[in-house]
């Protein structure tokens, strides 16, 4: 399997930038997930990686072969890249049966037909669409469509996959599904995975590595729970995550290397980093930010928070609580409901809020916050 290679590629449409000097490797056999609002430059990227887009400057290397240079004016075309490419809306040839859409691309390399037989039959069982084999996609559901679609692009056996939002067109319960799958053919394929997706709970299940992106700058490029649990930046805290991140605006003030007090929302508050130190400069604007599953409620301390709402869903309820003018999310386990404009208590548990810099929104440390 080969590993990806970027170095400062960059998109230009115009004035526009879509991609702005983007440096990244994609190692063999990594399930990768491009994650960003639209607009950011995900497909965009993807699309350049495999040769459907040329980019304005910058080098792209496929299994150590350069397959596009701006300096050495190499730009190998798509079918020279060994790659497949599944698209959103599956394109599969209506007048086809499902064997015959899987074959297509066999039968245009001249493949001999037993093997084609034997490769088709091994696609069919391997996405456990066998029994559809003489079908044609309008008697399919969306779910068994996607399926020969990848079956499709995986004839030829492509070192790398390609997918642009793939489950889109799909009911929630049915994505589900496909999620799974399609986690489960990575592991048996063992190929090289490019996924392009706006849904951050995709990028989270699905992959080993989450590429996340703004306004075509990559913000961060690690495994999906370092995404979630030490997120680089406030735009990444809070893009992932649902429910999402809570943040409180406060002043910070050293008091040792090890700690800082904060005050916000009428709150004094201890930081302690579970690593290394942290220094503010005097009355330093920061950004705390709690996830909701680490602010807890209890009732035995009222007084510091109301209830403003209580969402119970049966496995878990989501509490919003109001400290002062300020609405903070809680994630419960279990079925609870509590009364609107209930006093409790709240305190934070574990190491993992996180102090941010409110100028430029850098994370500064992740540690314990107590209530002091």
Known sequence: MPEITLKHVTKRFGKFVAVDDLNMVINDGDFVTLLGPSGCGKTTTLRMIAGLETPTEGEISIGGRIVFSSESGVDLSPDKRDVGFLFQNYALWPHMTVGQNISFGLENLKWEKPRIRARVDELLAMLKIARFGKRYPSELSGGQQQRVAIARTLATGPKVLFMDEPLSNLDAKLRTEMRAELKRLHAETDSTFVYVTHDQLEAMTLSTRTCLMQEGVLQQYAPPLEVYHSPA??????????????????????VNLDEIKISVEGMDLMFTPVSGSISLRDDQAIILGIRPEFLKIRETDAGKA???????????????????????????????????????GIEFSGD??????KETGTNLALGRLTII
């Open 352 to 357: 993992n809020c996180i102090v941010f810099d």
């Open 233 to 254: 930046n406030l735009f990444v805290a809070d893009f992932v995550g649902s429910p999402t991140m809570n943040f409180l605006e406060g002043v910070g003030k050293n």
């Open 306 to 344: 109301k209830v403003y709402s209580t969402l119970p869903s049966g496995m878990e309820t989501v509490v919003k609580v109001k400290i002062g003018e300020q609405l903070l999310t809680s994630v419960v386990f279990g079925a609870i409901d509590y009364k609107l404009d209930k006093a409790v």
